[in-house]
T-cell receptor, first 115, second 114 residues
Framework: AQKVTQAQTEISVVEKEDVTLDCVYE???????LFWYKQPPSGELVFLIR??????QNEISGRYSWNFQKSTSSFNFTITASQVVDSAVYFC????????????FGGGTRLMVKP | DGGITQSPKYLFRKEGQNVTLSCEQN?????MYWYRQDPGQGLRLIYY???????QKGDIAEGYSVSREKKESFPLTVTSAQKNPTAFYLC?????????????FGPGTRLTVL
């Protein structure tokens, strides 16, 4: 069975600090996809990134970067020079290829960036 | 603009009443999903539909029902059998194919039982 664990339930940082959100997953499939979503106070989930299991290359998008390590089953998300607008709940999710598009979500990490 | 709409944004229900939450998408996606989110928790799948006139139960389907008569629409009914319906409900859609694509989410409906 697939499972996603986000051990950090809440993180508080001061603006301009770097912050890393951890995500650990479990799956028996060799082909799977990992996602990160952002949920701002408005409630709607915003897609950030999708990564397939065969691509371990790290990705950077502006202040956001992702570190995918199959050896530790982790897909961590780092925000560099955090801003108040980054305050949100962040979800990591997993989809096994044989499960179609079904997503299993982690419990989420609430990030609070203080000015 | 393409997207997913959910209505209403806030919904209040008396105990024992059935209520229906609306979800419409104009993204031409085949698959649609309903999730429930409780405070401080992740999303749990209620029902999903991969094609018109077909749907499957998710992890927490008891007390809920759905229909998929049109590709664009996937309404969720919260029945009186759902013992603790107060929650935030999110609808999503995605393409259906060999590549797993991201799900696109609506703005959500916050249901409160009075």
């Amino acid at each position: 069975a697939q499972k996603v664990t986000q051990a950090q339930t809440e993180i508080s940082v001061v603006e301009k600090e770097d912050v890393t959100l951890d995500c650990v997953y479990e799956t028996r499939d060799t082909t799977y996809y990992l996602f990160w979503y952002k949920q701002p106070p408005s409630g709607e989930l915003v897609f950030l990134i999708r990564r397939n299991s065969f691509d371990e290359q790290n990705e950077i998008s502006g202040r956001y970067s992702w570190n995918f390590q199959k050896s530790t089953s982790s897909f961590n998300f780092t925000i560099t020079a955090s801003q108040v607008v980054d305050s949100a709940v962040y979800f990591c999710a997993l989809s096994e290829f044989n499960a179609g598009n079904m997503l299993t979500f982690g419990g989420g990490t609430r990030l609070m960036v203080k000015p | 603009d393409g997207g997913i709409t959910q209505s209403p944004k806030y919904l209040f229900r008396k105990e024992g009443q059935n209520v229906t939450l609306s979800c419409e998408q104009n993204l031409n996606h085949d698959a649609m999903y309903w999730y429930r989110q409780d405070p401080g928790q992740g999303l749990r799948l209620i029902y999903y539909s991969q094609i018109v006139n077909d749907f499957q139960k998710g992890d927490i389907a008891e007390g809920y029902s759905v229909s998929r008569e049109k590709k664009e629409s996937f309404p969720l009914t919260v029945t009186s059998a759902q013992k603790n319906p107060t929650a935030f409900y999110l609808c999503a859609s995605s393409i259906q194919g060999q590549v797993v694509g991201e799900q696109f989410f609506g703005p959500g409906t916050r249901l409160t039982v009075l």
